[in-house]
């Protein structure tokens, strides 16, 4: 069973950085791509960022290029999420979810993360 859970999430002023931890368990890591989902109040998830386990490919939404960074640690089996120049907008819980690299459904999310970026 697919087992994530986040961790380093927080409030920061705008400017600054954070680094969210997932940490991954229960699959074998190599077939899977890992990425970042956000939720802000009242409004629909949005794609943050991915990495393909294997890999190392890595994809980001264009709202956080050049302001992020998405890595993995093999000897962890974790995926970091580097947060810099946080914004007012980028306020959201933040959740790691895994999927399949061949498929595009996600088979499954952690409890999430919040980040409060204040102005």
């Known amino acids: 069973e697919v087992h994530l859970v986040e961790s380093g999430g927080g409030v920061v002023q705008a400017g600054g950085s954070l680094r969210l931890s997932c940490a991954a368990s229960?699959?074998?890591?190599?077939?899977?791509?890992i990425a970042w989902v956000r939720q802000a109040p009242g409004k629909s998830r949005e794609f943050v960022a991915s990495?393909?386990?294997?890999?190392?490919?890595?994809y980001y939404a264009d709202s956080v290029k050049g302001r992020s960074t998405i890595s993995r640690d093999n000897a962890k089996n974790t995926v970091y999420l580097q947060l810099n120049s946080l914004k007012p907008e980028d306020t959201a819980v933040y959740l790691c979810?895994?999927?399949?690299?061949?498929?595009?459904?996600?088979?499954?999310w952690g409890q999430g993360t919040q980040v409060t970026v204040s102005s």
């Open positions: 229960g699959f074998s890591f190599d077939d899977f791509t």
């Open positions: 990495i393909n386990w294997s890999s190392g490919n890595t």
């Open positions: 979810a895994a999927r399949r690299s061949a498929s595009n459904v996600y088979e499954a």
